[in-house]
């Protein structure tokens, strides 16, 4: 004759422990979503920030190899449209789509001959959010390679 042990058949979670436990990992998710979105963001910043640096070099060799600006260089003076730029075309024919921002090239102003280049994310011009958390904002992904 067998015993009753008083335990029902399988012995699987209970409707509460799993509501419980789905409530915890949803307060997780909304606790960690922003971080994980802020590192997501920085990364594409930093990718795009090493491309310009890249364009930025090979346009100033050709300057400084020439010693005249290259009309391939599309420039804010040339063109008042050039200055919210989401691609960068080298002058090896090669063309990269920015992730997360925009970039303007200028001539040197400062006397020496050469570019200039300013790259702001798409945050920073985000007219969603206030001047505080844009400012502290900009001094992170705003650039310019002079």
């Known amino acids: 004759m067998k015993k009753s042990t008083g335990k029902r058949g ?9 509501i419980i436990v789905i409530a ?3 307060v997780l998710v909304g606790v960690l979503a922003p971080q994980y979105l802020a590192y997501i963001h ?10 310009l640096k890249n ?13 005249k600006y290259n009309s ?8 008042p449209a050039d ?23 200028t001539e040197d102003i400062r006397g020496q001959g050469g570019y200039n280049i300013c790259y702001q994310c798409d945050l920073c ?17 705003e650039i310019t390679f002079l």
């Open 72 to 79: 391939m260089v599309p420039t804010v003076q040339n063109s």
């Open 42 to 51: 920085k990364a594409k910043v930093a990718a795009d920030q090493a491309n």
């Open 125 to 141: 011009a985000d007219d969603d959010v206030d001047e505080h958390t844009k400012q502290k904002h900009r001094d992170t992904c």
């Open 83 to 105: 200055y919210m730029q989401r691609e960068i075309h080298f002058l090896n024919g090669q063309t990269v789509k920015l992730k997360a921002g925009y970039f303007a090239v």
């Open 10 to 18: 399988n012995g699987g979670f209970s409707l509460v422990e799993l």
């Open 55 to 67: 364009y930025f070099t090979e346009i100033q060799m050709d300057y400084i190899t020439t010693g």
């Open 24 to 26: 915890i990992m949803a």
